[in-house]
């Protein structure tokens, strides 16, 4: 089973930005489906963005759809969350996780479909 951990979190302004990322040992990423979610204080767990292994398809949730950008390394090691212009509301702590299983424009942001999560990194945005 794959381990996964995330670092890249921080403090930082509104409006400025921070690249998380995922590194992955004990299997390579190059055929696993991955996602990012994130838990705000006080509220549940959200998916935020998603990448398709088969085909490079990837899916975000509105609020961060033109600000945030999920990628791959080359060596299948290591998934990005490329944050920007970020605002308080993206407080949270960040989450990376995978799944065999397929994901759809339906189904990517369902928490139960991935089987392997990181231990989060922290993410606080102050104005």
């Known amino acids: 089973q794959v381990q996964l951990v995330e670092s890249g979190g921080g403090r930082v302004q509104a409006g400025d930005s921070l690249r998380l990322s995922c590194t992955a040992s004990?299997?390579?990423?190059?055929?696993?489906?991955m996602a990012w979610f994130r838990e705000a204080p006080g509220k549940e767990r959200e998916a935020i963005a998603a990448?398709?292994?088969?085909?490079?398809?990837?899916y975000y949730i509105d609020v961060v759809q033109d600000r945030f950008d999920i990628s791959r390394d080359s060596t299948h090691t290591t998934l990005f969350l490329r944050m920007n212009d970020l605002t308080p509301d993206d407080t949270a702590v960040y989450y990376c996780?995978?799944?065999?299983?397929?994901?759809?424009?339906?189904?990517?942001?369902?928490?139960?479909?991935?089987?392997?999560w990181g231990q989060g990194t922290q993410v606080t945005v102050s104005s």
């Open positions: 004990g299997r390579t990423l190059s055929d696993l489906n």
């Open positions: 990448s398709r292994w088969t085909d490079g398809a990837t």
């Open positions: 996780a995978t799944t065999e299983r397929l994901i759809s424009r339906t189904t990517w942001r369902l928490s139960e479909r991935y089987a392997s």
